[in-house]
């Protein structure tokens, strides 16, 4: 079965550091999504992008989050400096839109920022 | 802007037991979605409706939308330990931008 990878899946770092995650969609979806999971809110959207050009990036923190997408193979969200505040579960998912199905899921890589 | 109310926020089940699960959106939705989570790991795409009145089945798990297209239901028949996990409906909608609105999740949990 096609996947969506995301490394590192574990990550730890202390505060301050530059901290990237990395997604390589299923090929051939167009849009892909990065989210961030934790107990108190959950799933929020942080950005996505369809056809490698981001579309709302509002969810993310401007100052210190960025993400891109410098080809189709790969995708970035990359935290500089990070805060205990960012320790979270992050997702990345890819899909077609108009949506033939569901959007595919990545395992995630749980950050933690001490 | 819109909203995606989950009920119940955890439900404990005995095994075998159905049980069901609902998602109702404040406006009409594009497609709405059901995914399963268990703990520290991703979602697995269950189901997606589109159309009012859709039903769709993949196992012992039924999903419904009614003909508005603002609720939908997930049915669990003779549940299974292995139903146990996070179940997370997801919305689009034309005012959303079709970008996928979450709702807070259901946990379900299987007694033996």
């Known amino acids: 079965d096609a996947r969506v990878t995301q490394t590192p899946r574990h990550k730890v770092t202390e505060m301050g550091q530059e901290v990237t995650m990395r997604c390589q969609p299923i090929?051939?979806?167009?849009?892909v999504f990065w989210y961030r999971q934790t107990m108190m809110q959950g799933l929020e959207l942080l950005a996505y992008f369809r056809n490698r050009a981001p579309l709302d990036d509002s969810g993310m923190p401007k100052d210190r989050f960025s993400a891109e997408m410098p080809d189709a193979t790969l995708a970035t969200l990359k935290i500089q400096p990070s805060e205990p505040r960012d320790s979270a579960v992050y997702f990345c998912a890819s899909g077609f839109f108009p949506n033939r199905g569901g959007y595919t899921f990545g395992s995630g890589t749980r950050l933690t920022v001490v | 802007s819109q909203e995606l109310e989950q009920s119940p926020q955890s439900l404990i089940v005995q095994e075998g037991k159905n049980l069901t699960i609902n998602c109702t959106s404040s406006?009409?939705?594009?497609?709405l979605y059901w995914y399963k989570q268990k703990y520290g790991e991703g979602l697995i795409f269950l189901m997606m409706?589109?159309?009012g009145g859709e039903e769709k089945s993949h196992e012992k798990i039924t999903a419904k939308l009614d003909e508005k297209k603002q609720q939908s239901s997930l049915h669990i028949t003779a549940s299974q330990p292995s139903h146990a996990g996070i179940y997370l409906c997801?919305?689009?909608?034309?005012?959303?931008?079709?970008?996928?609105?979450w709702g807070a999740g259901t946990k379900l949990i299987i007694k033996p």
């Open positions: 406006k009409t939705l594009y497609g």
């Open positions: 409706l589109q159309k």
């Open positions: 997801g919305a689009s909608s034309r005012d959303s931008n079709y970008q996928l609105i």
């Open positions: 090929l051939g979806h167009n849009t």
